[in-house]
């Protein structure tokens, strides 16, 4: 395992099952996590707050994980900045068995994967900058900041002539109209 900034080492607590270790790490994102219209950028600060708990077959890390994720509001494109908090959960097994998916290496954890899940399964498919944004006018190009008015119905001209029937018969009185039927 290559040493990477989600890289723990957890050597104190191996083989001392019962042992805890509570650290607070301050990650600095090496490349971008989340490829939607939100993500956190290459360079983001990421702040964790992990518990290692030292069990008889591996660690257990908690975490509580937060940072501000960068993108674009997917209704008017504006550059937008949102904070983000999320937990983890992972048990790292000392030795790598069928089903295992994180392994303790060279007596380190690394955080990467479990903090990588709970940040894309968290964010949202169409951020927006705020709650009631109701995106760019399709003529100008400009921000809304007002609903567009209701268009009105546009007749179109194949149809024209049958609106020119439509009127001709509402000017026939009803007498007439049952003579004719």
Request: charged share 25%.
């Amino acid at each position: 395992m290559t040493t990477s900034p989600y890289a723990v080492n957890v050597a104190t607590l191996i083989n001392r099952p019962g042992t805890m270790q509570e650290m607070q790490l301050s990650i600095t994102v090496p490349e971008r996590i989340g490829e939607g219209m939100i993500y956190f950028d290459t360079g983001a600060e990421l702040e964790v707050e992990l518990r290692l708990e030292s069990l008889v077959d591996g660690v257990l890390a908690t975490a509580d994980v937060s940072g501000v994720l960068t993108g674009q509001c997917s209704r008017c494109l504006q550059d937008i900045e949102q904070p983000w908090s999320g937990n983890i959960t992972e048990l790292y097994t000392f030795e790598n068995e069928e089903g295992t998916e994180y392994v303790v290496q060279q007596d380190l954890l690394d955080l990467e994967g479990p903090i990588r899940d709970a940040v894309v399964l968290d964010l949202p498919f169409q951020p927006l900058c705020e709650p009631g944004c109701l995106g760019l006018d399709p003529e100008t190009g400009e921000k809304l900041t007002e609903p567009l008015p209701e268009p009105e119905d546009i007749i179109d001209p194949r149809w024209e002539q049958l609106k020119g029937l439509l009127e001709s018969s509402d000017s026939v009185p009803s007498e007439q109209r049952e003579d004719r039927a």
